[in-house]
């Protein structure tokens, strides 16, 4: 197959996005310093030519009927102005006018930069997902993993782009702080999200692609690596915590060594005693890519 266009790798898009239109806006990370991430190391942040993106964008033009979906990359295109990203939305909508949605990365900060009509007007302009990774809601831990955002930050950012109409999809990772920080991390992450009602949210378990050393070379901070029913508990005084009332939630991620799946609050409980009985039999498993 003869794919229209060349990608500048590596690429990354989230689960939810498998079958979307991706197009590169900007390459790798303006950010690039988080301890726990190794996604776009290998790229120098670069913000594309409008000409080579509306290249890339006209190359689907023949495929128009099938696209309902596009995927604005790489790791945070909202570091644009805002007048360069609608003539982008622009472009998209007036070439694929079947789409449902158009989504990106963002960070917290980026969207506190903003302004709420700025945001207003990329949302008029297509732009109704983005995907935020948050890592945590406690400040101490997005300190020692160099995340650039607080507890404060991450609230503000994303209810900005909430009052604005867009939706949110919300990760974090299970055993980021450590032994140290897991308690608190587990607590402000769940306030974050009770005070920002997401209208979806995931978690993964930390994965030091680079191994445990390099990341604790990374981490600001001492770092113990929590264990796998420690994982779980920490997972459980998350939930136990949390006060939501209609957000979407997953933990599927391949990292993930429990499977959770359903909506908040309505199916807290149940996921609570899905958790009680991980944290019962965690000794007596040791798949640790697969799940309960």
């Known amino acids: 197959m003869n ?10 898009r989230p689960p939810s996005e498998a079958r979307s239109l991706i197009i590169q806006i900007t390459l790798g990370c303006s950010w690039n310093k988080c301890s726990f991430c190794e ?4 790229k120098q942040f670069t913000a594309r030519k409008e000409e080579a993106i509306f290249t890339d964008i ?3 033009a023949p495929h128009t009927a099938q696209i309902k979906r596009v995927f604005l990359a790489d790791g945070d295109p909202l570091v644009l102005s805002n007048d360069r990203l609608i003539r982008i939305l622009n472009k998209v909508t007036e070439t694929f006018p079947n789409l449902n949605r158009i989504s990106t990365y963002a960070s917290p900060s980026n969207l506190k930069r903003k302004s709420d009509e700025e945001l207003r007007a990329l949302k008029n302009a297509g732009l109704t997902l983005l995907y935020v990774g948050i890592e945590s809601g406690d400040s101490e831990v997005l300190e020692c993993i160099q995340k650039g955002e607080t507890f404060e930050t991450t609230i503000e950012g994303l209810n900005k782009s909430k009052t604005a109409g867009m939706h949110s999809s919300v990760m974090l990772i299970n055993g980021v702080g450590g032994k140290l920080l897991s308690k608190q991390h587990a607590i402000n992450s769940a306030k974050v999200l009770n005070a ?3 209208k979806y949210a995931s978690t993964l378990v930390l994965t030091a692609h680079k191994g445990m050393p390099h990341y604790k070379d990374r981490y600001k901070g001492e770092f113990i690596e929590l264990e796998k029913k420690e994982l779980f508990e920490e997972m459980k005084l998350f939930m136990e915590h949390l006060e939501l009332t209609e957000t979407i939630f997953r933990s599927d991620h391949a990292s993930n060594h429990l499977i959770l799946k359903g909506i908040l609050g309505k199916d807290k409980q149940k996921m609570l005693d899905q958790i009680d009985v991980a944290i019962q039999y965690s000794e007596q498993y040791s798949n640790v890519g697969g799940g309960y």
């Open 196 to 198: 920002t009602q997401p």
């Open 3 to 12: 794919f229209p266009i060349e990608y500048d790798e590596p690429l990354f």
């Open 39 to 42: 996604m776009y190391t290998s």
């Open 58 to 60: 006209e190359a689907f």
